[in-house]
């Protein structure tokens, strides 16, 4: 049996109204100053914590924030500042391949479409999701651990995979939310709607949620 039952379409017109009021411009978490930054910090971030993501930008971004840039120090410079974050080794030789792209085959700029996002080495859905919707404005869905559990759990979007949540939330999520929903989902599913323990209590959302296993407290 499922978490939760299907949320009604007037429940989910109440949970993201909610939100809304709470946090009205959600923003992503990670850093960044450019659409390069954007997505070099996103390919990072994989099994990653924006958290550790953004002590290493801090500290690659002001020496090299532009594909050509990145070129330039080579993959060990690159290395030597993001040994910090997990898989580093492959995540420096996607960023340095994605670079070459970018540069070879887009002037250097970072295309705002799916299948060219996508093309380019170890830009995967969700990362190219994230691009879309942050850095393009596209009603995109990026569906990791947090929008997956969030979706399951509450009853907003059932799925066995990530697409099926993704494709779910694109159909369920009212329009005029669409933009935004992405930030309020991860940020729910961060911070209050965790993994572990669940902070059902204190949560803003909880009276239009259908979780079967709610906790009583924080």
């Known amino acids: 049996m499922p978490d939760a039952k299907p949320m009604t379409p007037a429940q989910i017109e109440a949970f993201f109204a909610t939100l809304q009021a709470a946090n009205p411009q ?11 930054e954007l997505l070099a910090a996103v390919l990072l971030s994989a099994q990653a914590t924006d958290v550790g993501v953004n002590k290493a930008t801090r500290m690659l971004f002001p020496v090299a924030n532009t594909p050509q ?15 910090t974050i997990g898989l580093y080794r492959s995540k420096a030789r996607h960023l340095m391949q994605t670079c070459r ?3 070879d085959q887009h002037g250097g700029d970072v295309p705002g479409s799916r299948e060219a ?3 380019l ?6 990362t190219a999701n994230v691009v879309l919707n942050v850095a393009f404005g596209q009603p995109t869905m990026a569906v990791d651990t947090h929008l997956f559990r969030v979706g399951n759990r509450t009853g907003l979007a059932l799925g066995k995979t990530p697409l099926a949540v993704e494709l779910a939330l694109l159909k369920r999520v ?10 309020w989902l991860i940020l729910h599913g961060r911070y209050v709607c965790q993994a572990r323990k669940p902070m059902c209590g204190p949560c803003a959302v909880s009276f239009c949620c259908n979780f079967r296993h709610k906790t009583v407290s924080s």
């Not at 840039?69 to 040994?83: M, P, Q, V």
């Not at 009212?174 to 930030?183: F, M, N, S």
């Open 69 to 83: 840039k990145i070129l330039a120090l080579g993959l060990d410079g690159l290395e030597s500042y993001i040994r």
């Open 117 to 119: 996002l996508e093309a």
């Open 174 to 183: 009212p329009e005029k939310y669409l933009v935004d929903a992405h930030h």
């Open 26 to 36: 959600p923003q992503t978490e990670l850093e960044y100053t450019s659409v390069f």
């Open 121 to 126: 080495p170890g830009v995967g859905r969700k």
């Open 101 to 103: 792209l970018l540069v």
